[in-house]
């Protein structure tokens, strides 16, 4: 029998989706996954600002949440494009094989 | 639902805005109705809307600094001169971009529009007084920057340039951000004021809670201030990015983030010992400082080298802003150390309107001062070499005094006051902030910093010399002529001289009392 | 007479007036090189000839109007000190400000920046009008014409500026102008070593400059936080005076003459007193003064070619002709005489740097003289006279004769731009060749450049009456008669040495002008018959030649000056300069660091011996170089000694052997020790060696992969988070 959910379960959730998403960032070799990653840290904070806002019975969290996730969308649109040219320019998303610039 | 009663005068900090918003717009539609063969009139858009919206941002900065918008704002000199540098830069940018494209045959109004939506975003970012209204402004501003700086579809560098700074851009945003939703968890405000006057509880209460959301936001600003070790990015970015819109970011963003950054830990330090903002400051100016000024020495690659050159330039500004925070009360026997403050006096000052007159100035020096030469590096580079290795060598500029002795003057001129030579306004942006480090205690970072930029002289230098004691290479380029780029370059040159000579009555303006909200 | 007198005394401007037009002495030069080097090229040659010998036309006609009101005693340049007599200035308003150090943006003449002034935009025409005839077959003209006037704007700054700050950015100025000339003809790599030489020799007597600097303001901001007991003096009590000058430093900054000069008169008190306060405590103010004093020493020297700094000059004769006659002879290398006598009232409250600046003279003028006895090139036998005439000056700004070494400083300024121009019109009339012993004969070919040359050499050989024997005489007399307290031996050494320089200078000039101008025209001459130059290029030959004779009214002492009762016969100079040196002069009859001779002895019995010295000197010249040796080379057993004459005494020999080359092979050493990838430009120099290569090995962090950045940034702020958690947890 699972009690009440407090919020410091939300919490380590969020943070746990956040370390995985850094993680993913960190590790992960196909840009596409990179940039998935970076969404799940992006979503992790939504949860840390909704399970917040919960807890104090605001709004401003709610509010807060929906403003990332437009702004991720237009990220990920732009993010996307960007992605595409690469693959345009390299025939790979390979993040590995992506470093023609460097020292 | 309560409507929130706004007067015309809320609006005033975000006029600029809605002028370079209007004007991104205006441009976007002109591609879609217009079809003309020659594009130089979206330029002088672009430029137009710059002056315009500069000069709201001018009058502005005469405003007595208060809340706007509910909090979500303010309307402060600090802010409104940043905006007013910013559209300067963007200016100059807009017209060092239309030769550019003309010779590459990639004019395109939404080129310029993302220019001005970037600059907007970067005014925004100056003013805003609340998270969220700071994560989208910095949105605003980076996916603006993001798309510029793959804008040009030839070759791999500038895909990977921008897919390198789309990717940590957002992970640095993310960091920010999660730093945001715990600093609200802890304080259950976003607006800066409410966080700050709520930061002492929450302190008291869960300082790990506070702590890593402090440090998340620090890390979110550091990466766009480019701050040694967040500014891993920088150079491959900068050297990818399209010439026009490096300069652009060389100048512009990192102000705005400057300032934001400023802006906001003035209110997120309160109720925290002081010695921890001041160490973080300090060591992050010493690292920057000194790793920007390294890693640009062995740099033939000029633009590459400018690009670590910007990171030096953080570090300086940086300085002022450790000595901002440095401890007002000092122990009388403390000793001098490189992340300590030690007041010659014996007595702390206040150093804080020294500060933001230094920062300022360093940041409309800076601004022309990189314009400038990263402007004669985008004459200077051909559309045939984008896809050769060595298209911003050194060698490119061997005997340039000789082929075109005012390029080689100008650019000679931009090193020297990125160098920090008098007469040049680099010399003199360098000498505020470094005294006013001096004046708050900080007498080893001080020598630290300049013993760095001797260091960086050298490599300044060995560009002038290149251009002036190296016989020209046959294959050498000639600049492309563009009457924008050379009125860019020349108004840089003018106010690289000019404020270098007479900074008078603008260094009056940047000092007065009463410059940033709630200090 | 009387009516004369005073229509030079009465200006026909008002002196606030004067003072406010100041700037436009330095903005028509600069806006004629801005024309010239931006749109030279496209208005044609005519034009930028016209623009720019016009610019600088204009500067010396508001020059004389300037002159002409320092001249009006009733002519005043405000200064918080209630103003300076027979003077004229300007305070445009805070130049920049940080913290308590403030620069003001002032310009000021009064008689010394004055005669300066004239000097630079009069000789600077002529060599402008000089320049059109001699560079009208370059290309580059116009590049050439906006070098020599942002040239001669940054001279003027040089002088009329009211600060030390302000007389940096003047000072270098005219170096940055005459590194790019010295350059000019850079597509020949030895030029461009020579500009690159001049370069760094430079920087290093910059660097003496700014420490110098840098101290004084140390030490006036100790005087400022003095107690007020401590600052009497005759005449008005400590309170006046610290108040008066505590606003004056905040007024004017501490770096501007004015205050300098009340430091000076604050100065004689203090001398043996500690400094308490601020970074220089502990040290006395005598001593702190003597550092300053001798930091001022190595920047002079790398602007006016002293010992050990002299070595560019010579290599800098590469520049076309005009530019060795206008910088490397005329005005720049003088502009550390001209920074001495401007600060004197400090130089004479030091009898350690008073020996020292005499002794590096002396040593200086013999040591070039030597050297020029053997040289071959006409330029280089005249650019090592320049460096032997300026250790003179030296000499007499060390024995403290401000006076007479600013007269030379005049003098020299005409009959050696004479002599460099005329040198410039015997190369252009033979096919630029440079080499005395392939000249001769020149006399009957080239009259004219013949008789200003010959003018021009009596004048620097000392023959009376022309006006180098003048001021050259007013020098040794001075280090004969004055003595620096406590270092009588070693000043008579230095005038030793003065009077052999004398004797030297005679015997090189006239083997100078005998083997150019007299017996035959030499076999290896590139051409068979020499042409006499244009008009445009003779004319200021003759005025610069008449200038160098009528020079010497300066030199005369006519003027009778009523002092203590009894009436003082001055030479027209030491008059005229006499409201500029009145504190310094002052000073030396406080503290007697100096001491004056006390009877005016009449002048004709030194002036004898000064001018055998020279006659028999010259003769000696005479003899050998028109009967024994009329084609050069030397006496057989002179051989060794002429060698080592020849080459300049190996000192660049022993500069490359005593540190460049031992920097050179450690760091190859290194070089081969760690790795060999890297940079070889930097390597010569071990720190900046060491920090370029921490850059190298820096640089492969950065490895182009964007997860290790991102990952150095998590890292970086996780690190920060614990470290501060760390901090605050108990």
Known sequence: ?103 | MIIPHFTLNDFLPVMPVGVLMAAAIVLMLSEVFLTSTTRTYQAIIAALASIVAGGIAVNNAFEPARLVLQGYAVLDPFSSWTTAMVCLGTFLAVLLSAGFLKHRNAERGEFYALMLFAAAGMSLLSLSAEFITLFINLEVLSVATYALTAFLRRGPRPSEAGFKYFILGAFAAALLLYGAALIYGATGATKLVEVSAALPAAFAKSPALVYAGLGLVLAGFAFKVAAVPFHMWTPDVYEGAPTPVTALMSAGVKAAAFVAMVRTFLFLVKGIDPVIPFTVFSLLALLTMVGGNLLALPQRNVKRMLAYSSIAHAGYMLLGVAALFAPKLVEAGAKVGVLTATPLTGTAQDVSVAVYKGLLFYILGYTVTSLGAFGTISALERREDETRGNTWDLERFAGLAQRKPGWAAAMALFMLSLGGVPPTVGFLGKLFLFSAAVDAGLLGLAIVGVLSSVIGVYFYLRVVVYMFMRPAPIDAPAPFRHWTTELALVTSAVLVVGLGILPGTITEWFSRVGMVFGH | MEKLQLFFQTAPVDATQAGHALWLIIALPLLGALISGVAGKVIGRANVHLVTIGAVFGSFLLSLLVFWSVNDFRASAPSPFGGIGYAVGADFGTWFQAGTFRVNFGLVVDHLSGVMLLVITGVGFLIHLYSAEYMSHDKGYWRFFAYLNLFIAAMLTLVLADSLPLLFVGWEGVGMCSYLLIGFWYDDPQKAYAGRKAFITNRIGDFGFLVASFLMVLMVESIVGLPADKLNRAGITGEQVSSRYGSAVAEKGPLAFSVLEETAKALPNLLDEKIVTGPLTGLTYELALTIIMLCFLLGAAGKSAQIPLYVWLPDAMAGPTPVSALIHAATMVTSGIYLFTRVSYLVVLSPVAMITIALIGATTALVAALIAFTQKGIKKILAYSTVSQLGLMFLGIGVGAFWAAFLHVVTHAFFKACLFLAAGSVMHGNADEEDVTKLGGLRKEMPVTWATFLVSTMAITGIVPLSGFFSKDAILHAAHTQHIAGYHGLQTLAWVMGTLTAACTAFYMMRAYFLTFEGERSKDAKTPHAHESAPLMTGPLVVLAVLAVVALVHGLPIMHMQRGGETVTQTLMENFLDPVLRTTNDLVAQKQFLELPHEHESMVGPWIQAWIIAIVSGALAFFIYRRFLPRGGSLQFLEPLRKFSFNKFYVDEVYDALIIKPITVLSRILHKVVDAVLIDSVAVHGTAWLTARTGAVLRYLQTGDAQMYAAVMALAASSGVVWAIFKVLP
């Open chain 1, 1 to 103: 029998m699972i009690q009440t959910i407090s919020t410091s379960h939300y919490l380590i959730l969020a943070a746990a989706l956040f370390c995985l998403g850094m993680l993913g960032v960190l590790i992960r070799r196909n840009a596409l996954v990179v940039f998935m990653c970076i969404e799940l840290m992006l979503n992790a904070t939504n949860l840390t600002f909704l399970a917040f806002a919960r807890e104090r019975g605001d709004d401003l969290g709610h509010l807060s949440a929906f403003f990332i996730i437009a702004v991720a969308a237009a990220e990920a649109a732009v993010g996307l494009a960007i992605v595409i040219s690469v693959f345009r320019a390299r025939g790979t998303v390979n993040i590995e094989e992506i470093q023609s610039m460097k020292h």
